[in-house]
């Protein structure tokens, strides 16, 4: 490593140690028990979880669960990268550092879960009733989020474009599940 890199490397350490003091101190902030946002965040975090505990198909949990675990990994990745590029913020968070953990863990990869779970239960088209869900929460939930001031855009992000994301999410993990049981067939 050059000197150029190295110095590089310490002050991007210390810039990152410094933003993280920030962002606790910021979270301790919007914390508050007593806030609604708090609340709504925490609801958005739990109450899928015990949802999904409840209604899960025990004979289909872990194509389930590969899904919505792909579907997470590719919408926590891609709101961490519109996060740190200033695309836009989510005010109130349940911890620190993970901006979007509500959304990402739990209410939006739960929602796709059990509605491609009812797709296979009764034969239905998982594409057409995905792009429906995906306009619901780019076209209803975010706009809601935006005016209880839980989420953001900055930078010409608009609605249009998360729809978009939803989508590609969807796409990209339904496509990945299809081929990982695609091999699982052709190996037994």
Not at 93 to 100: C, D, G, L, V
Not at 121 to 130: P, V
Not at 157 to 171: E, I, K, P, S
Request: charge should be neutral; hydrophobic fraction near 55%; include cysteine.
């Amino acid at each position: 490593m050059t000197e150029k890199e190295s110095n590089l490397s310490i002050q991007i350490r210390s810039m990152l140690e410094e933003l993280s003091q920030l962002q606790v101190e910021y979270w301790k902030l919007t914390s508050d028990f007593s806030s609604w946002q708090f609340w709504a965040v925490i609801f958005m975090l739990i109450i899928p979880l015990i949802i999904l505990f409840i209604a899960i198909d025990k004979d289909k949990m872990l194509l389930l669960g590969f899904y919505g675990f792909n579907y997470h990994v590719w919408f926590a990745y891609t709101n961490e990268v519109g996060v740190s590029l200033g695309f836009w913020e989510y005010p109130y968070q349940p911890m620190p550092y993970i901006e979007s953990f509500a959304l990402d863990a739990s209410f939006i990869p739960i929602c796709f879960m059990l509605l491609y779970q009812w797709s296979i239960k009764y034969k239905k088209n998982i594409y057409l009733y995905s792009i429906l869900l995906s306009a619901l929460f780019a076209f209803v939930l975010k706009p809601i989020m935006v005016s209880g001031h839980l989420f953001h855009m900055f930078k010409g992000v608009n609605y249009f474009h998360l729809f978009l994301f939803y989508v590609a999410f969807f796409l990209l993990s339904k496509l990945i599940t299809n081929l990982f049981v695609w091999l699982q067939h052709r190996r037994g």
